[in-house]
C-alpha cells in the first residue's frame, strides 16, 4: 500500500511511532520508536532501527503481524490528528547505525551523540503498511 500525500508529510524525514507487538502470551506490548517511511516496489514501508534484540523483536519474529500510531502535533480547537497503521513485519539484520544517524538528524537536529560510535549493525523492523486509518485526511 502507498500512503497518501497528509500521511508522507506527517512522517516527513522521521516520526515518533508507538509500535505494538503481541507477546508469546498473547499480551500487547507497547514500545515508542522512531519510524521512517521507504518506498519499495511493493508499497510503503515504516522502518525502525535497534541496535540489539529487544522484546519488540522477539515478538516480530515469532509474530509478525503489528499495529503502528503516528500522532500530529496538536492544533488549537481541533481533535488530534493521528496516523493509524496495521501491517506485517519483518526483521532485518544490519543497517541500524545508518538509519539511526537519519533519524537522530530528523528527531534530534543531530547525530553528534546518537548512535553512539562502534555501535553494532543491529536489525531494523520493516513493516508492510496493510491498512491505513486514524483521524486525518489519511484515513479512509
Do not use: C
Request: hydrophobic share 35%; aromatic share 4%; proline share 7%.
Amino acid at each position: 500500500m502507498k500512503l497518501d500525500d497528509s500521511a508522507r508529510a506527517l512522517i516527513g524525514n522521521g516520526a515518533d511511532a508507538t509500535l505494538v507487538t503481541i507477546n508469546s502470551d498473547g499480551s500487547p506490548q507497547v514500545s515508542l520508536v522512531w519510524v521512517a517511511l521507504e518506498s519499495t516496489p511493493d508499497g510503503d514501508e515504516l522502518v525502525s532501527a535497534h541496535l540489539t534484540e529487544y522484546q519488540k523483536t522477539r515478538n516480530i519474529r515469532r509474530e509478525p503481524r503489528v499495529a503502528a500510531t503516528i500522532v500530529a502535533p496538536a492544533s488549537p480547537g481541533q481533535q488530534t490528528k493521528y496516523l493509524s497503521v496495521t501491517g506485517t513485519a519483518r526483521i532485518v539484520e544490519g543497517g541500524a547505525p545508518e538509519l539511526l544517524t537519519e533519524l537522530a538528524e530528523a528527531m534530534l537536529g543531530s547525530s553528534e551523540h546518537f548512535p553512539p560510535a562502534n555501535s553494532p549493525s543491529g536489525l531494523l523492523t520493516r513493516i508492510r503498511i496493510e491498512k491505513v486509518g486514524g483521524n486525518g485526511p489519511w484515513a479512509s
